[in-house]
């Protein structure tokens, strides 16, 4: 079930106490907008410290919530993922065949997390599910040996040719990746 969040909790709670936005500041020194632009959704518009005794005025239990912008996290495991195609996993070429190296990333245990890639559900685990053995850090599974990424499409030419350009072309849509998600949300506009 998803957590009440801090703001619309608080916001009830005066409510309940049947206080006005005015009162509630003026008994905890600050001003109403600021009140107003809290139980809007602005957490930033109010100090913690302003958060914590507003919660305790009006008796809601903080800790019960969720604080900050991110909600509790469990253990994490180390994740990746299974498609031969996603430039998460790059290819090398051992004894004339191709073989996936999978980049592993952290993510919360039991919880299925989405390759940024390309959208796939991340394994944290051997793919052969008799196995389900955890992941070493290599490209096969220790205890059954089976590759973690298994090879869909056959290169086409040379197998060391065509995994030398896949490196390239995956460092260079890697870098594509990288550059997105460091853009700003907001276009600057002078
Ligand atoms: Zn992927
Ligand atoms: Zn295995």
């Not at 049947?18 to 509630?24: D, R």
């Not at 998460?88 to 070429?93: D, L, M």
Request: hydrophobic share 35%.
């Amino acid at each position: 079930m998803k957590k009440l969040e801090i703001h619309i909790a608080l916001r009830e709670a005066r409510r309940t106490h049947e206080m006005t936005q005015v009162a509630l500041a003026k008994s905890l020194g600050i001003r109403q907008s600021a009140i107003s632009m809290f139980e809007s959704g602005r957490h930033d518009a109010l100090s913690q410290e302003k958060i914590v005794a507003m919660a305790e005025m009006l008796e809601v239990d903080l800790t019960s919530l969720r604080l900050g912008k991110r909600g509790p996290t469990g253990p994490t495991v180390l994740k990746y993922c299974p498609i031969d195609g996603c430039p998460s996993n790059i290819p090398y070429v051992v004894r004339g065949d191709i073989v996936f190296m999978p980049t592993l990333s952290r993510a919360t245990a039991g919880q299925s997390t989405i390759c940024r890639f390309c959208s796939e559900i991340m394994l944290d685990a051997c793919p052969n599910t008799d196995c389900g053995t955890e992941l070493n850090g290599g490209a096969f599974c220790e205890a059954c040996r089976q590759p973690y990424v298994t090879v869909t499409s056959s290169p086409v030419g040379q197998p060391a040719e065509w995994a030398d350009e896949e490196r390239g072309r995956i460092l260079e849509l890697r870098g594509m990746f990288e550059l997105i998600s460091e853009a700003p949300a907001k276009e600057n506009r002078s």
